[in-house]
């Protein structure tokens, strides 16, 4: 009985967690970030936002990511990023003000792989949301990096729509 109960169970969990190892991925690379338009900290300390910032669109492109076939890869290799706003001095502060004019933008260029690494899909491209402040985003209302994750979706979805999946 207790074998049969081990076995079930291990098998189940074999069966859990066997999709994940087949699931789409995504791989991103900073390319010159020294040279970013604006990655602008403000008062933090620049390589802990820039690090940070990069660490959530990277997670965010591999959220992307799962919505494709099984098996993909998409590899991106950004060249440029300009953050929603712009960082200004005030007295001894720097802050990032929001305003239509300072649009989010990001230059990349992308490949999508098919299971076997052959590539399906390549274009580099410069995503800019010139209407970002405009509508209602309630998805992204208290995320600091909400416009770029918003119009990164916006990209995602025109750019791969036969190719998504619903999970």
Same mark, same amino acid.
């Given at each position: 009985?207790?074998?049969?109960?081990?076995?079930?169970?291990? =098998?189940?969990?074999?069966?859990?967690?066997?999709?994940?190892?087949?699931?789409?991925?995504? !791989?991103?690379?900073?390319?010159?970030?020294?040279?970013?338009?604006?990655?602008?900290?403000?008062?933090?300390?620049?390589?802990?936002?820039?690090?940070? @910032?990069?660490?959530?669109? !990277? !997670?965010?492109?591999?959220?992307?990511?799962?919505? =494709?076939?099984?098996?993909?890869?998409?590899?991106?290799?950004?060249?440029?990023?300009?953050?929603?706003?712009?960082?200004?001095?005030?007295?001894?502060?720097?802050? *990032?003000?929001?305003?239509?004019?300072?649009?989010?933008?990001?230059?990349?260029?992308?490949? =999508?792989?098919?299971?076997?690494?052959?590539?399906?899909?390549?274009?580099?491209?410069?995503?800019?949301?010139?209407?970002?402040?405009?509508?209602?985003?309630?998805?992204? *209302?208290?995320?600091?990096?909400?416009? !770029?994750?918003?119009?990164?979706?916006?990209?995602?979805?025109? @750019?791969?729509?036969? =190719?998504?999946?619903?999970?």
């Amino acid at each position: 009985m207790k074998q049969s109960i081990l076995m079930v169970t291990l =098998l189940t969990s074999v069966l859990l967690l066997t999709p994940n190892a087949f699931a789409a991925s995504s !791989e991103v690379t900073w390319k010159d970030y020294e040279s970013y338009r604006d990655i602008d900290s403000g008062n933090e300390n620049r390589k802990s936002f820039r690090e940070r @910032t990069f660490r959530k669109l !990277e !997670e965010h492109f591999a959220k992307l990511a799962t919505s =494709l076939p099984d098996g993909q890869v998409l590899k991106i290799e950004v060249t440029d990023v300009d953050l929603a706003g712009d960082t200004h001095v005030g007295g001894i502060n720097q802050t *990032r003000i929001i305003k239509q004019i300072f649009m989010p933008r990001m230059n990349f260029s992308y490949q =999508l792989l098919d299971a076997d690494g052959k590539v399906i899909q390549t274009e580099a491209v410069v995503v800019k949301d010139m209407n970002f402040m405009s509508g209602i985003n309630l998805k992204y *209302r208290n995320d600091s990096l909400g416009y !770029e994750k918003k119009m990164l979706d916006d990209w995602f979805k025109k @750019t791969f729509k036969e =190719l998504i999946v619903s999970k």
